[in-house]
């Protein structure tokens, strides 16, 4: 059966009530390549076609996609979800929700075989694959964070282990980096100045927020892990910035709560905002050092520095 073409309207992307693509990444999460690969691969999606061949999406485009989204959070696969969407009754199967990892634990045991092999070129191939079809933050959440703590988790048994992980997390640095990268260089929004929390020596979490801000529309000025607070008045100086963003996962020591957080929040005059798994320890410090807790989940966070922003702008 052939699939019907999508209309296609002699006009440029500034019809009212007609979003580009990348207007709906931003405003859904879902990167662009996964929104070609829905409609393509699974006709999830039908967007009108101006006549120099863009996408344009309507506001009920982007409800769908929002209730994909949903649908994939509750586990169910990609190709499973159309036929939930066309049939507003249909009821989730317990066949379709009972074995809702499956599709993950499927992505994580074939990556760490290539972990396990040092094959960049599998884990890219097996990367590259999750991401065409699922959003970044899924996959992320649902296989490489999943990974690394595995991997971590086994390094008094399997001292080899300490080597893959090793090697994954410089897989990762690498691959976000690239994205981040990629994305910055065709982004004009707002210019977060992002950095791990003092204490804080692992990174991949703060990539993976910097990746999902950028594809939000953000700019991102990286500093990475184990930041002194006390340097970043002088950096906003040489770099206008609309808000520092920082994130961490250890206790972070009283003086830096005590001291270092208040003295940032007051020099800097922009909004700082504090996540990750330290936020939630320590929401009340944060909040009483004039900083602005976002917690540990992407997604929030990045809807509370827009409402911030949009409300200081």
Known sequence: MTKARPSTIAADETLPGRFPIRTVANLTGVNPVTLRAWERRYNLLRPERTAKDHRLYSQQDVDRIRKVLELLDRGIAISQVTGLLEDNTAQLKPAQTSNRDDIWQDYRTRMLAAIGRFDEAAVDSIYNDALSLYPVEMVNNRVTTELLRSLGDTWKKQPLAIAEEHFFSVYLRNKLGSRIHHLNQRSTGPLLLLACLPGEYHEIGLLFFALAAVNRGYRALILGANMPLELLPEVIHQRRCDAIVLSGSARLPTAVLQDALPAL?????????????????????????????????????LQSISETLAATG
């Open 265 to 301: 929040v007051k020099a800097v005059k922009i909004p700082v905002f504090v996540g990750g798994a330290a936020a939630e320890r320590h929401q009340e410090g944060i909040e009483h050092a004039k900083a602005i807790y976002v917690g540990k989940d992407i997604q929030p966070a």
